[in-house]
């Protein structure tokens, strides 16, 4: 291009020149070495920019090169990054922990006889280990300390909660043996701080249920059909001998426990809808003395709830009864023992929730005297963060004899 | 007289052991799947691709994005990056969160800043199984992303509180992470 302009302009040069004066041979030829010489010089330029160009093309493959095995390598890094966090994470998966605790400040003021109760008592420390054998074989436990302390002339006391090992029998029933919780109620197999209303656990399904109750035994679970899952079990039973028959008195805690009868049962719970579950558990008691009390038998206990929680709304509602056979119960009243309660509750946002419970349960229900106790609870909960939760509520009772403890109570929970 | 008690006793208790088994037998019968495998990643991607899967794409795991990934699933996200499939406008995502204690892999389709559909495609944990029924995952059927969260509430299901936990995180993941590649196009 440069070249071609020269050319023209040398032309136009020689034809002005023509024009003007007729050039000699001389400078024709002088002109002619002139142009030859910028002919070089675009030659030699020309050359060297093909050099260039050769280098700089060896030069991008070589980068091209380098970025691909770059990209290649950085390929293989992550590859084996990712799998060497996958299997550390997968043997370490292998055995887990998690834990909950509660600790309770209590401020009530008993009434006609019943006793204050203003103290803070560390009441759950709780430690869960778990761990896989295989797919399809696991060990789960609970080991819980109550109260702080536990020893003799203590409080408190080192429990033994949940000691199984799972087996899938296959991807939709499985069995598990030793220790477990018995699968009745709302609270008794649920019952982290976090997921619950009011700092003490509703008092009907521990003096009813009685919850937290586990025995030992076997225990078939698993689902029938969409949003339908069973359980059914055959489990050490309760020993009420000389405790009035108050079904709570009969925890043994699978703790050299007496295994002359045993107890038997089952549950069926639906989930088929969000937010929705209904659940029935009945449980039959071979004898619920251990064969102690030839004035006792059997027993049989059904309970029947149901949580809902729709949007920010929640309702929980849950009743429970016993019917304990032979004239020795009967005397006492105990033959029915029966509770129910109403929870609704309103998150206002996700950090703050408000609930209000109405309870009524009687352990001499079958009594023609008035052995009935009502308590209403009102309260808030707080979650700084959804595993931890501050509560506050105030309770209101109506005892027997009016020997009610009214006041309020504050708790501080956690959940891993 | 207490061994003649005793034998009456232990044949009631055969006899019911004898039910029990019974009927566990019978409900083993006739039963649904509830733990593993439902559906392929592969078969996941057929059905959302109509049978022609797009090649993946990566989004690397770094920087302000790790952060807000950290922040969405609430702990450390382990992995380096996130592969993902896009073609006319929609993107399908496999994503994997723990429930209590296994990994729970979901497969999630977001299209225009909304959740096209989500799918249990894998459930290893013993309980929580509801959570890959149609009922429950409809709830995240059009859910957009607000301020960094889902724009809506989802009702849980009792005794699956981890299981609802870990989908309603990923899901929200899945949306921010639509966002996020379709801002860096």
Known sequence: MKFKRTLLASSLLLAGAVQAATPTNEEIWALLQDMKGQMDQVQQQNQELKSENDKLKLKVEATEQVAREANETAEAVAVATEEAVKSAALLSDKTTIGGYGELHYNNLDGKNGASDKKEVDFHRFVLFFGHEFTDNLRFFSELELEHSISGDDQNGEVELEQAYIEYDINQQHRVKGGLFLTPVGIINETHEPPTFYGTERNPVEKNIIPATWWEAGVMFSGEIAEGFSYDVAATSGLNTSGSSYKVRSGRQKVSKAEAEDYAYTGRIKWTGIPGLELAATVQYQEDITQSNDPTAGSATLFETHAVFERGNFGLRALYATWDLEGSGPKASGADEQTGWYIEPSYQISKHFGVFARYNEWDNAAGSSSDTEYEQIDLGVNWWPHQDVVVKVDYQDQDAPAGKEQDGFNVGLGYQF | ?185
């Not at chain 2, 990566?58 to 499939?85: E, F, M, S, T």
């Open chain 2, 1 to 185: 007289m207490n061994r003649v008690i005793f034998s009456i006793r232990s044949i009631r208790s055969i006899r019911s052991i004898r039910s029990i088994v019974a009927a566990t037998l019978l409900m083993i019968a006739f039963s649904v799947f509830a733990r593993g495998i439902y559906q392929t990643d592969e078969a996941f991607l057929a059905e959302t691709f109509k049978g022609e899967i797009p090649k993946s794409q990566v989004v690397w795991v770094k920087g302000d994005l790790r952060k807000a990934i950290n922040d969405i699933l609430g702990h450390r996200y382990a992995g380096l990056r996130i592969r993902y499939w896009h073609k006319d406008g929609r993107k399908a995502w496999i994503l994997e969160e723990i429930g209590k204690d296994q990994p729970i892999t979901f497969g999630i389709i977001t299209a225009k800043d909304k959740v096209e559909k989500v799918t249990v495609l894998a459930f290893r944990e013993s309980r929580g199984g509801e959570i890959r029924y149609r009922a429950f995952t409809q709830q995240f059927d059009d859910a957009q992303l607000k301020d960094n969260d889902l724009d809506r509430h989802i009702d849980g299901i009792s005794g699956a509180t981890l299981s609802v936990r870990a989908m309603t995180a990923i899901v929200t993941l899945a949306l921010y992470l639509d966002k996020f590649t379709s801002q860096q196009s």
